[in-house]
């Protein structure tokens, strides 16, 4: 196997990172005309519905009537009663709530520093659906990420830390504080808007309840009467200022209500539509507080108040007949006015607006049925008032000459707020995937910010796609404090000028200088990026990585957490880097739109010389792999395989069209023979080759199946040949497959009793290179470590809670360390230095304790 000097790849890489840098200010300072979004021809920057069709084809059950959320529950008891394995350590550890009673044991208790190290990026963002801020110090600020937990700031953004990593669910949907003491935070998991069902996903967004701290964080616990069902998608959460133990929480079986600080639950609305309710808005200038609930999504939705303490009495307000999922909001200065954006469960004009705009209502009464008139609908003349709900730039893209077809995407059932200006009840704000603003109460609109438009000097107006929420400054007067946040699925955004200049016309949705609103990024170690894929430099100094919706996106050492930037648009994919130069980086949009660059990713260029394969043969995340002993050459595969050996100058079929019934989902080349190639399939088959450099269209590849389902990724044993290993993604049956001759035939290593995996989808396993019967498992809920070749696995004490890790990959630390890296969907990438396995490593005191 070739390797190249650590003193050779520190020199390369670190002259790469400091003229990478500079080529990135110099690009920066020179903002000229804004690139019109890719929709329209070629691929879009990103596909939400294809990359979720990606995510569901790995998370499919074997019978039709399989539920994975139930399986993530199972899965999470599991994990709870399993060993915990520290790498940093090289010793099995206790929990801190695990002392006590078996203090006698021989284990370590956990430390911060007994975890792994995360790399950032702290800059890039992530799904952020709900943002909290300290009445009394509006520095401390806390967000809630789907699948990254609860983040904290005291420095009004310039800095983010995670505080709730312990708790078993980080599905974070909802956050309120107590008016009356904002040391105490409730949180409420699940993200009920029914993503996992429309796209197909299941990834593991069900929750587990609501949690509460009552010291801003430094503690939590799960609040024990939200346990069941009805707290398994926890939508919203209220509390009156007035009554400060009453707690409103709306979620998929309706609105429930808490009189003692959620000691107990009391259903008071049961709406009997699907979704049950998903917005909470409270009235609190009145002696007895006013709730409004919104109940009902892809059904008919209805608007409720509920006129009484603990909801003896509610009555519907608003339900107009093809009503889908509505927000609510109340204006703070004028409080008798209340606004409703509503989403259309029909298609409306041209076909365009099922689960778009159907309308914005507004009610100058408090509310009262019958008062609610409508500001604007699907219906009306100007085509960007129409657009609050769905993505401007691709229904424009006629209109703006970018392409001869508009593609619309509506997105009212996932993206979906409304606010109100507090202080002028007729400034309002709506947002789907873009931030909207009227000022003369609804009826009109302009678009203020621009998803399309790069985040660098000259286009203040980028904030990232899909708004979630709409907050004010809690001083903000409309003069001295004009603050309003935003946030959103690239993570926080702060602007200081929300009254600024906007184009109201169709022509604004095609230029992004249109709007003068300036929004400032507050993504500063704000760790809750989605990776797909990534792989470090050969010395450490540097690391890059595929993600959902932000691209190929890059890391040094030295620019620190905050640092990345990105090398490569659209949805990104897998990654790889050239160990003997670099500066040559292969990098890839969705469906294999794969790239070369040769300057450090400062500029790339299309490499798919060859290949034939229309794009729709291709995963969404396709899988290329370098060959470890000759890195010009690399493999990939669609429904055939190819590979290249003259670095992506030409690409040459090596396998028949299809090769089988399913496609190319992994692929590994012996590090210490180039002519043992194997290749997984979607459907479960592994293919193998010991002639692979000679393989064409008309080769026939030997094949196995270890098991039906989504093969994710193999591994050679480096140090065994004729070992390797297969993982499967999909819920039933083994998901860790060994074989000791090369594929041939298969056992799995799935390990037995406490000490087994869960069954949940496995993304990828890697091989500890100085001690191979030491084995890494990324998984859908975090990593799991073996030191016994698979006979027994344990629960890897990372410090990134137990987020799904879509891959692993072993390289160096900058001190020359060998390190596991782990590029998660959810939590960014972290590190952790490999030590020698001790020979006889401490045993695991007990079981894990689950919580309460």
């Known amino acids: 196997m070739f390797t190249i000097p650590r003193a050779v790849a520190a020199v390369s890489t670190a002259a790469l990172v400091a003229a990478l840098a500079?080529?990135?200010?110099?690009?920066?300072?020179?903002?000229?005309?804004?690139?019109?979004?890719?929709?329209?021809?070629?691929?879009?920057?990103?596909?939400?519905?294809?990359?979720?069709?990606?995510?569901?084809?790995?998370?499919?059950?074997?019978?039709?009537?399989?539920?994975?959320?139930?399986?993530?529950?199972?899965?999470?008891?599991?994990?709870?009663?399993?060993?915990?394995?520290?790498?940093?350590?090289?010793?099995?550890?206790?929990?801190?709530?695990?002392?006590?009673?078996?203090?006698?044991?021989?284990?370590?208790?956990?430390?911060?520093?007994?975890?792994?190290t995360p790399v950032g990026p702290g800059n890039i963002g992530g799904r952020t659906r709900t943002l909290v801020i300290h009445p009394d110090d509006p520095d401390i600020m806390y967000a809630g990420g789907v699948s990254g937990g609860v983040w904290k700031t005291v420095d009004g953004g310039h800095s983010w830390l995670p505080i709730a990593d312990e708790l078993s669910n980080i599905a974070v949907n909802s956050m309120v504080l107590d008016p009356d003491d904002p040391e105490t935070l409730y949180v409420g998991t699940g993200e009920g808007y029914f993503r996992e069902i429309v796209r197909g996903t299941w990834l593991p967004l069900r929750g587990a309840g609501i949690y509460r701290s009552t010291d801003g964080g430094a503690s939590w616990e799960r609040l024990p009467s939200t346990t069941g069902a009805d707290f398994h998608w926890v939508n919203d959460l209220i509390i009156s200022p007035?009554?400060?133990?009453?707690?409103?929480?709306?979620?998929?079986?309706?609105?429930?209500?808490?009189?003692?600080?959620?000691?107990?639950?009391?259903?008071?609305?049961?709406?009997e539509v699907n979704g049950g309710c998903l917005d909470l808005a409270i009235r609190t200038d009145l002696s007895v507080p006013r709730i409004f609930a919104s109940c009902g999504t892809f059904e008919q939705a209805t608007v409720y108040r509920i006129r009484e303490i603990g909801g003896a009495s509610f009555e519907p307000v608003l339900s107009q007949p093809g009503m889908g999922r509505t927000s609510l909001a109340i204006a703070p200065s004028s409080p008798n006015v209340i606004y409703a954006l509503a989403a259309s469960n029909v298609?409306?004009?041209?076909?365009?607006?099922?689960?778009?705009?159907?309308?914005?209502?507004?009610?100058?009464?408090?509310?009262?049925?019958g008062s609610w008139q409508v500001r604007v609908d699907n219906t009306n003349a100007e085509k960007l008032n129409t657009l609050l709900l769905t993505n401007p730039a691709g229904a424009s893209y006629e209109e703006c000459g970018w392409g001869e077809q508009n593609s619309w995407t509506p997105m009212g059932w996932y993206c979906n707020v409304i606010a109100v200006d507090p202080v002028d009840p007729n400034t309002v704000w709506a947002a789907g995937v873009d931030l909207f603003r009227s000022d003369?109460?609804?009826?009109?609109?302009?678009?203020?910010?621009?998803?399309?438009?790069?985040?660098?000097?000259?286009?203040?107006?980028?904030?990232?796609?899909?708004?979630?929420?709409?907050?004010?400054?809690?001083?903000?007067?409309?003069?001295?404090?004009?603050?309003?946040?935003?946030?959103?699925?690239?993570?926080?955004?702060?602007?200081?000028?929300?009254?600024?200049?906007?184009?109201?016309?169709?022509?604004?949705?095609?230029?992004?200088?249109?709007?003068e609103i300036e929004f400032t990024p507050l993504n500063h170690n704000l760790g809750i990026t989605q990776f797909y894929?990534?792989?470090?430099?050969?010395?450490?100094?540097?690391?890059?990585?595929?993600?959902?919706?932000?691209?190929?996106?890059?890391?040094?050492?030295?620019?620190?957490?905050?640092?990345?930037?990105?090398?490569?648009?659209?949805?990104?994919?897998?990654?790889?880097?050239?160990?003997?130069?670099?500066?040559?980086?292969?990098?890839?949009?969705?469906?294999?739109?794969?790239?070369?660059?040769?300057?450090?990713?400062?500029?790339?260029?299309?490499?798919?010389?060859?290949?034939?394969?229309?794009?729709?043969?291709?995963?969404?995340?396709?899988?290329?792999?370098?060959?470890?002993?000759?890195?010009?050459?690399?493999?990939?595969?669609?429904r055939r395989v190819w590979r290249t050996d003259d670095g992506a100058e030409l690409w040459v079929p090596a396998s028949p069209n299809p090769l089988g019934s399913g496609q190319?989902?992994?692929?590994?080349?012996?590090?210490?023979?180039?002519?043992?190639?194997?290749?997984?399939?979607?459907?479960?088959?592994?293919?193998?080759?010991?002639?692979?450099?000679?393989?064409?269209?008309?080769?026939?590849?030997?094949?196995?199946?270890?098991?039906?389902?989504?093969?994710?990724?193999?591994?050679?044993?480096?140090?065994?040949?004729?070992?390797?290993?297969?993982?499967?993604?999909?819920?039933?049956?083994?998901?860790?497959?060994?074989?000791?001759?090369?594929?041939?035939?298969?056992?799995?290593?799935?390990?037995?009793?406490?000490?087994?995996?869960?069954?949940?989808?496995?993304?990828?396993?890697?091989?500890?290179?100085?001690?191979?019967?030491?084995?890494?498992?990324?998984?859908?809920?975090?990593?799991?470590?073996?030191l016994n070749g698979g006979a027994t696995w344990s629960v890897e004490n990372t410090g990134f809670a137990s987020v799904v890790t879509e891959w692993l990959a072993v390289g160096f630390d900058t001190d020359g360390t060998p390190?596991?890296?782990?590029?998660?969907?959810?939590?960014?990438?972290?590190?952790?230095?490999?030590?020698?396995?001790?020979?006889?490593?401490l045993r695991p005191s007990a079981r894990r304790q689950p919580e309460p």
């Open 242 to 271: 007035l009554y400060p133990d009453h707690i409103y929480a709306a979620t998929r079986t309706g609105v429930h209500f808490s009189e003692n600080g959620g000691r107990t639950w009391t259903r008071i609305l049961v709406p």
């Open 664 to 786: 190319v989902s992994a692929l590994a080349v012996d590090p210490g023979n180039s002519q043992s190639v194997l290749v997984g399939t979607t459907d479960g088959f592994v293919y193998r080759s010991t002639s692979a450099l000679s393989a064409n269209s008309s080769t026939s590849w030997e094949s196995s199946r270890p098991r039906e389902g989504f093969v994710t990724s193999m591994a050679f044993d480096p140090s065994s040949p004729g070992v390797v290993y297969a993982t499967f993604a999909e819920f039933g049956g083994n998901h860790v497959w060994r074989s000791a001759d090369t594929g041939v035939t298969w056992e799995p290593i799935d390990g037995g009793g406490a000490a087994s995996i869960p069954d949940i989808p496995v993304h990828c396993l890697v091989v500890d290179p100085e001690n191979p019967r030491r084995l890494y498992l990324g998984t859908d809920l975090g990593v799991f470590t073996s």
């Open 22 to 116: 500079v080529y990135v200010l110099t690009a920066n300072r020179q903002a000229d005309a804004p690139t019109p979004p890719q929709i329209q021809p070629g691929p879009a920057l990103d596909e939400p519905d294809a990359a979720a069709q990606f995510a569901a084809m790995k998370r499919r059950g074997r019978t039709r009537d399989h539920e994975p959320a139930a399986a993530y529950e199972l899965a999470r008891a599991r994990i709870e009663s399993m060993p915990l394995y520290s790498t940093r350590l090289g010793a099995y550890v206790t929990p801190r709530s695990d002392t006590g009673a078996h203090s006698n044991r021989k284990s370590v208790n956990i430390r911060p520093l007994d975890r792994w």
């Open 533 to 638: 894929h990534g792989a470090p430099f050969p010395d450490g100094n540097a690391y890059l990585g595929g993600t959902q919706d932000n691209g190929t996106i890059m890391g040094a050492a030295e620019w620190g957490s905050d640092g990345w930037i990105s090398i490569l648009g659209g949805d990104g994919g897998y990654v790889a880097v050239d160990p003997t130069n670099p500066s040559i980086i292969y990098a890839e949009s969705q469906r294999f739109g794969f790239r070369k660059s040769v300057n450090g990713g400062a500029e790339f260029s299309e490499a798919v010389a060859g290949i034939t394969e229309p794009p729709w043969d291709f995963l969404f995340v396709t899988p290329f792999a370098m060959d470890p002993n000759d890195p010009q050459r690399l493999w990939t595969g669609g």
């Open 440 to 515: 003369d109460g609804g009826r009109n609109w302009g678009l203020a910010s621009y998803w399309w438009g790069r985040s660098e000097p000259g286009f203040p107006s980028f904030a990232h796609a899909d708004q979630h929420t709409v907050v004010f400054h809690p001083d903000y007067d409309g003069v001295t404090n004009t603050t309003m946040f935003a946030a959103n699925d690239g993570g926080v955004f702060r602007t200081d000028n929300p009254a600024a200049s906007i184009g109201h016309d169709e022509g604004a949705i095609c230029d992004p200088t249109r709007s």
């Open 347 to 369: 298609p409306g004009p041209g076909g365009h607006y099922e689960q778009a705009l159907q309308a914005v209502y507004r009610s100058n009464a408090g509310g009262d049925p």
């Open 819 to 841: 390190s596991l890296y782990a590029f998660t969907h959810g939590r960014g990438a972290w590190k952790v230095g490999l030590r020698p396995t001790p020979p006889e490593p």
